[in-house]
């Protein structure tokens, strides 16, 4: 959508007010991000640090359980933990 909303100002020439009707955010939603194209070329602030919690689990974590699932999609939790523990340990 953030990039979305650079093409909608900058190669259709929409107002900021069409922009935010389109996106529905704000407007002041929408100079944040004009901005962030103006300053850094890009639409995310590419120096903020993370917010939350790291990640536990990788992308590869992630693929075996949606495969554990797609195999047997009966699985608990619990079973599920076991078997990442057991095959990738992971806790």
């Known amino acids: 959508l953030r990039e979305r909303i650079i093409i909608w100002r900058f190669q259709e020439q929409k ?7 389109l996106a529905g ?3 002041r939603n ?3 991000i004009l901005k962030l194209h103006r300053d850094f070329g890009h639409t995310k602030n590419p120096f903020a ?5 790291p990640r536990t689990l990788t992308q590869q ?3 075996f359980v949606s495969s554990l699932l797609d ?10 933990q076991e078997r990442l523990i057991e095959s990738r340990d992971v806790e």
């Not at 107002?15 to 009707?21: P, Q």
């Not at 195999?71 to 599920?80: K, Q």
């Open 49 to 53: 640090r993370r917010r939350g919690r």
């Open 71 to 80: 195999a047997n999609p009966s699985l608990f939790l619990d079973e599920i």
């Open 15 to 21: 107002t900021i007010a069409e922009i935010a009707r």
């Open 25 to 27: 955010c704000t407007e």
């Open 61 to 63: 974590d992630l693929a």
């Open 30 to 32: 929408i100079y944040k």
